[in-house]
């Protein structure tokens, strides 16, 4: 058996001439047993310096070594041979990491993958504290990384914070920079850290006003935000206060947009509709083929509003002519409603999605990009006055009440607006063409709906 201690636990230089020295002189990987210094499992003190080694001719793929780098930074111990037993592959078949079947492959994969997540929540995550000391203001940070990341993650914090003297202290290890150089110290605990102090005012203040209500996500929050980090940041306290506050401050944000269309009034439709054509209200403008307008005669006394243009739609100009176009022309067929006699409009008006590959898969639009687009809503809204206006599904229900709304909660029947109006609320058609249990008992729940939407059309004339 052959013996290396490496100096720290995220020893990569130490790892890899050990490493090559060994795949030098044939070692297997059974045969290798590897410790750090300091660790529990070191019984000799010292480092042992690397084997000798060998001459000889020796690479890797540049991606075993970006993979190698931040593996090495894992806390799972059996890391360093892990790493070594794919080195010996990969002199056998230069290929091996592609083979994304191998488990040994998939393993390294994982943790590379746990690392840099690691490492992001860090950078995103980590506070720091400003103390007086004699050399002038220091600012103290204290963090728990689940790997050894510290030294990985440090020179982001020197980019961002060349001017500044800091330090981070983590368990294991601490940093500390003085404009000039880092340096390392000991680990340390908690109760080293200062805490709570005046920069977390700043803090708190600067978060709370680039919160945005519209954009809350609370289950992403938690995922990338997970509550283990929370104690260290103070603006994390306002959070429940936020959230609680986001529902009041994005109706605030429609009733505000409501008020502004006021200043449009007295252009017409078309227009209002050439101005639509060079919207950049949001950035959605910039990868759509061109906005999507409602269309359909200005005297409709309904009028239908879905989610956003699809692919067919952003390409051809007008509003559901796709696949969720043609279920909707036939539903509506079937309930009695002639869509001409009709107004089609979506909430957002320029087609959000993700390419992948030559496709272009259809994406949510968010509370932001909702709420920019209520200007032009509103004004064909102001401009049409019909007496009913239909949302198909949660994303135009939000556009229209100013908030999210639960579509089972408000299907059904009539709901009075602001401005006089009644506002319906059903599915959207393509929810028609996703179900799988029951389609055609729902198919038939949305003509129904159509039906009575198309009777207290009449009733209101
Ligand atoms: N889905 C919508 O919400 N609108 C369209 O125009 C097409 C599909």
Known sequence: MRTVRLAAPDDFEGWREAARALALV??????????????????????????????????????????????????????????????????????????????????LEGMARAVRRDIHKMHAFLRFREVETEEGPRFVAWFEPDHHVLRAAAPFFVQRFATMHWSILTPELSVHWDGETLAEGPGASRADAPDGDPVEAVWKTYYASIFNPARVKVGAMLREMPKKYWKNMPETALVPALLKGAQARES???????????????????????????????????????????????????????????????????????????????????????????????????????????????????????????????????????????????????????????????????????????????????FLLRVRDDREAEYERFVEDLRRIGRRAKDLA
């Open 26 to 107: 044939g070692a297997a990987p059974s045969e290798v047993l590897w410790e750090v210094a300091g660790a529990e499992t070191d019984l000799f003190g010292a480092p042992a310096p690397a084997p000798p080694a060998p001459a000889g001719l020796f690479s890797v793929p540049r991606a075993f070594v970006a993979l190698a780098e931040q593996v090495i930074c894992h806390r799972d111990p059996e890391r360093f041979a892990l790493l070594y037993a794919m080195l010996v592959k990969l002199r056998e078949r230069p290929d091996a990491l592609d083979d994304k079947a191998d488990p040994l492959v998939h393993r």
């Open 252 to 430: 605030a944000m429609a009733a505000a947009s409501a008020v502004k269309v006021g200043d449009n009034v007295g252009k017409s439709w078309d227009a209002v509709r050439a101005e639509a054509m060079h919207c950049t209200r949001c950035d959605l403008y910039k990868c759509a083929t061109q906005t999507v307008f409602g269309e359909g005669p200005l005297d409709a006394r309904i009028v239908f509003v879905g989610e956003q243009p699809g692919d067919q739609e952003d390409l051809a100009g007008k509003p559901f002519v796709g696949p969720a176009g043609q279920l909707f022309d036939r539903a509506l067929a079937d309930a009695g409603v002639p869509r001409e006699r009709t107004y089609v409009t979506n909430a957002v008006k320029h087609f959000k999605f993700e390419r992948r590959g030559k496709r272009r898969i259809h994406e949510k639009p968010n509370g932001g990009e909702i709420a920019a687009c209520r200007w032009w809503i509103q004004q064909e809204l102001a401009l049409i006055r019909p007496p009913l206006v239909v949302a198909l599904g949660a994303t135009a229900a939000r556009s229209l009440f100013g908030k999210v709304v639960t579509i089972s909660a408000l299907r059904g029947k009539g709901h009075k607006l602001p401005d006089g109006g009644e506002a319906w609320v059903t599915v959207h058609p393509s």
